[in-house]
């Protein structure tokens, strides 16, 4: 069901809020969080929270998180004692998993959840078969949460690309194209004006041809 949502996303920030209300139907009674990285990809930043996390930072630095350091699932115990994620604060109640998102090669974040430790004091092999069990299925979620998003992410640079002036990142004809017919229906309908303002920078060429395009790109 998820899975069949993601595909139906329009953005990336639809999808996040469609994994927070599916992952925590998959693992009842786990907080957590998605994790994306920045564009800048020195940073990894909660962008869809569930439940009542309160162990993991919002924003941390990438080999904050062992997930993403090895490209597997990773087990915390207890944050501060053996191998524990940087990013995640001391709570002795909390058994955390981190698992990287990966599609095409390209990482793009990680999902974490949070248990509470007293819902694994069974026996050793039956808390063992558990864990398998939150990792198999942390694993799967992870995977289809990547694809999709590597897809929305993708379809939502092609499009910025193609309504934005890649050099003053202003909307282009494209989209005035694109636009102005609504407004115009819009305008119409509400029985309201609709203003179009036309600027032309004085003497630009020759500008750009006295001191050249890269000056010209400067001013602009």
């Excluded at 998180?65 to 944050?79: D, F, I, Q, V």
């Excluded at 309201?192 to 303002?197: A, D, N």
Aim: hydrophobic share 40%; aromatic share 6%; glycine share 6%.
């Amino acid at each position: 069901e998820m899975g069949s949502l993601l595909e139906c996303s329009a953005t990336v920030k639809e999808a996040c809020a469609i994994v927070a209300d599916s992952v925590l139907e998959l693992f009842s009674g786990a907080a957590g969080a998605l994790y994306l990285f920045k564009s800048s990809r020195n940073l990894i930043e909660a962008a869809a929270q569930w439940g009542q996390p309160g162990v993991s930072e919002p924003t941390f630095q990438p080999d904050a998180c062992w997930s993403l350091r090895r490209g597997k699932p990773h087990w915390t115990e207890r944050s501060g004692s053996g191998i524990s994620c940087a990013h995640l604060r001391q709570h002795p109640d909390t058994v955390s998993l981190c698992v990287p998102m990966i599609a095409q090669g390209n990482t793009l974040g990680t999902l974490h959840l949070e248990f509470d430790r007293a819902s694994e004091q069974h026996s050793d092999s039956s808390s063992k078969n558990v864990r398998e069990g939150r990792e198999q299925l942390a694993v799967s979620a992870a995977s289809h949460i990547a694809l999709s998003l590597a897809s929305l992410q993708l379809r939502e640079t092609l499009r910025e690309q193609s309504i934005r002036d890649p050099l003053t990142r202003l909307f282009n004809r494209r989209f005035l194209e694109e636009s102005l017919e609504r407004e115009l229906q819009l305008a119409a309908r509400k029985h309201q004006s609709l203003t179009v303002l036309f600027l032309d920078l004085d003497h630009f060429k020759t500008f750009n041809d006295t001191f050249g395009h890269e000056a010209g790109d400067s001013v602009l």
